[in-house]
């Protein structure tokens, strides 16, 4: 398999629930992120992974807690979430997280929280 | 601060241009483009860096102003598969990541 890829790709959840989102790279990338797009908002960044240290934390509630074990997986752990919650999270990779390099997008995991 | 994108929404007949702004309040290092179809990930089509280099798409050009802090992306002969949504991203490094912040977005719709 290519590219980046997240599963689920569908995810409905209760606000008591925990559950946790996966992104696998295939791209041999060492920087990983996870964003937020939520409808009629732009794509907010949340966290930014480089070499499997987290170098950014943009402001994101603690019920949210990322996870990269390797350069090649992300994981995204999501616990006692608000319906405002609710939103397509995409994970991207690069090359590396330094300026001027492109980012890829995997299909992303659509959220619903009940 | 986000960058501000214009128009919001344009419709094309097929083999129209479009040009797409993107303007930032902040000094920037480069400025990204990507194209979203509706339920697809987003798409990498350009990076334009601060000094000139150009990364990306053959057939789509874009230009940067680093005095004005803008960009405009040039959509020309459109094909219906350039509809999508078009984000610009303008990044900015904070000394131990990239952070790239995204427009709201251009909604482009292409017709025969």
């Known amino acids: 398999e290519t590219g980046v890829t997240q599963t689920p790709r569908h995810l409905v959840m209760g606000m008591t629930n925990k559950k946790s989102l996966k992104c696998e790279q295939h791209?041999?990338?060492?920087?990983m992120y996870w964003y937020k797009q939520s409808a009629k908002k732009p794509l907010e960044l949340m966290f930014v992974y480089s070499l499997e240290e987290r170098v950014e934390n943009n402001s994101v509630p603690s019920r949210f807690s990322p996870e990269c074990p390797n350069s090649s997986h992300l994981f995204l752990h999501l616990h006692t979430l608000q319906p405002e919650d609710s939103a397509l999270y995409l994970c991207?990779?690069?090359?590396?997280?330094?300026?001027?390099?492109?980012?890829?997008f995997g299909p992303g995991t659509r959220l619903t929280v009940t | 601060q986000q960058p501000v994108q214009s128009p919001q929404a344009v419709i094309l007949r097929e083999g129209e241009d479009a040009v797409i702004n993107c303007s930032s309040s902040?000094?920037?290092?480069?400025v990204h483009w990507y194209r979203q179809k509706h339920g697809e990930a987003p798409v990498f089509l350009m990076i334009l860096l601060k000094g000139g280099e150009q990364k990306g798409h053959e057939k789509i050009s874009a230009s940067f102003n680093e005095k004005k802090q803008q960009s405009s992306l040039y959509l020309t002969a459109s094909q219906l598969s350039y509809s999508g949504t078009y984000f610009c991203g303008t990044e900015i490094f904070t000394g131990t990541a990239s952070k790239l912040t995204f427009g709201t977005g251009t909604r482009l719709q292409v017709t025969l």
């Open positions: 991207a990779s690069s090359r590396q997280a330094s300026e001027g390099y492109e980012q890829y």
């Open positions: 791209l041999g990338h060492n920087a």
């Open positions: 902040k000094a920037l290092y480069s």
